[in-house]
Nanobody, 121 residues
Framework: QVQLVESGGGLVQPGGSLRLSCAAS????????MGWYRQAPGKQRELVGF???????TYADSMKGRFTISRDNAKNTVYLQMNSLKPEDTAVYYCNADLEVALGQGRYNYWGQGTQVTVSS
């Protein structure tokens, strides 16, 4: 069974940093774009950014500057480095990826279960 598993969330003080990880596991033939979304309480889920299999990165305009996305293709893992965190960054952060489970079956979009990030003093 294919799944995306996030880790690294938690409680951090304003101005602090966190690094989230998301590993794709199971029977995977190939991985396309991998990325991150977040959903704050009472708000819609929004894009943080994504990285293609070739390393091209796109960030939502509001996320540029403090957030950095990277990936390790050998580990099927995408990372989100978050710096200078603010209380308004508090949200559940979700991993998202396009996965192909077998040759020729095409890529389908998968979501992780989410990891809570709380920025508070």
């Amino acid at each position: 069974q294919v799944q995306l598993v996030e880790s690294g969330g938690g409680l951090v003080q304003p101005g602090g940093s966190l690094r989230l990880s998301c590993a794709a596991s199971g029977s995977i033939f190939s991985i396309g774009a991998m990325g991150w979304y977040r959903q704050a309480p009472g708000k819609q889920r929004e894009l943080v950014g994504f990285i293609t299999s070739n390393g091209g990165i796109t960030y939502a305009d509001s996320m540029k500057g403090r957030f950095t996305i990277s990936r390790d293709n050998a580990k099927n893992t995408v990372y989100l480095q978050m710096n200078s965190l603010k209380p308004e960054d508090t949200a559940v952060y979700y991993c998202n990826a396009d996965l192909e489970v077998a040759l020729g079956q095409g890529r389908y979009n998968y979501w992780g279960q989410g990891t809570q990030v709380t920025v508070s003093s």
